[in-house]
Structure formats: structure tokens, C-alpha cells
């Protein structure tokens, strides 16, 4: 009987592995020598909004050309958001526990613990992306009205 169940714990694993290979974003390898994963929410339809902080000698170049190769799938939401370094101040798992795409959204423009992010980057569902330097434009819709 044991046998069974590990037989059976061992297919289950291969087979949760197999489905969800498509889906998986490797964090590792959206980090660079400058600008580190911070904290994600992704939705099962591959959704995301994401924090990255940034060193203080990182570019704006360096993280215009960091949001382009990030990781997206087609017809899917993507929101990105970069912090200096030390200028996040909630925990990773609050935005990683949001629940849905709409609440993680909203958390991060309405939080009020949740500091001023310095540039935003945005892949709609249809249209053109977008990047912001909300220090230059703060006025855009991108960036947090409210501080």
C-alpha cells in the first residue's frame, strides 16, 4: 500500500511539474547586477504586477531596456513597478497574496504604505506598453497621485 501512494505522489509531482512548465516565470533571471525582484502577484491566466528595486547607480536606459525583456505572455496584463533600493515599504507577500489581479492593482495605488515608486512600466491587455519616470511626470496615470 505504501508503494501505491508513493507511486502515485510521484506521478502527481511529475504531472503538476509537466502542466505548469508553460506558466512559470523564472524570477532568477529577471534580476540583474542592478535591479532585483522585489515582490510579484501573477493570476492563473498568467497576469502580473510586479516590484523590482533598482541600485542607485542603475540608468533609466538600464530599466526602460529591463522592462521590455521581462518575461509576458501575449493578451495578458503586465504591471511593473520600480522602487529605489529601500524605497519598498511592505513585505513581499502582501502583494503576492493580493488574491487577484484587480486587488494587487489596487494595492499598490491605494495602500498608503506603499512608498512612491520612481518609474512604472504597463503591458495592456491590447495596445501599446508604456514606460513612466514618475520623478519627471508624476501627473501620469501611472504613477501615484495621492502622495
Known amino acids: ?28 533571471a529577471e534580476n540583474t547586477e542592478t535591479i532585483t525582484h ?21 540608468s533609466s ?9 521581462l518575461e509576458h505572455k ?18 513581499p507577500t502582501r502583494l503576492s497574496r493580493s488574491g487577484s489581479i484587480i486587488r494587487a492593482n489596487d494595492l499598490m495605488y491605494d495602500d498608503p504604505d506603499i512608498g512612491i515608486w520612481h518609474y512604472a512600466y504597463l503591458r495592456p491587455f491590447v495596445g501599446e506598453p508604456r514606460f513612466t519616470d514618475c520623478i519627471d511626470a508624476p501627473e501620469d496615470v501611472l504613477c501615484r497621485q495621492n502622495q
Open 1 to 28: 500500500m505504501n508503494c501505491l501512494r508513493i507511486i502515485i505522489g510521484l506521478a502527481l509531482t511529475l504531472a503538476l511539474a509537466a502542466c505548469s512548465g508553460d506558466g512559470h516565470v523564472d524570477i532568477a
Open 38 to 58: 522585489y515582490a510579484q502577484f501573477r493570476d492563473p491566466q498568467q497576469n502580473r504586477v510586479v516590484i523590482f528595486v533598482f541600485a542607485e547607480e542603475a
Open 61 to 69: 536606459t538600464e530599466i526602460i531596456h529591463h522592462a521590455q525583456s
Open 74 to 91: 501575449e493578451d495578458r496584463l503586465m504591471a511593473v513597478y520600480y522602487f529605489p533600493q529601500g524605497g519598498v515599504d511592505m513585505p
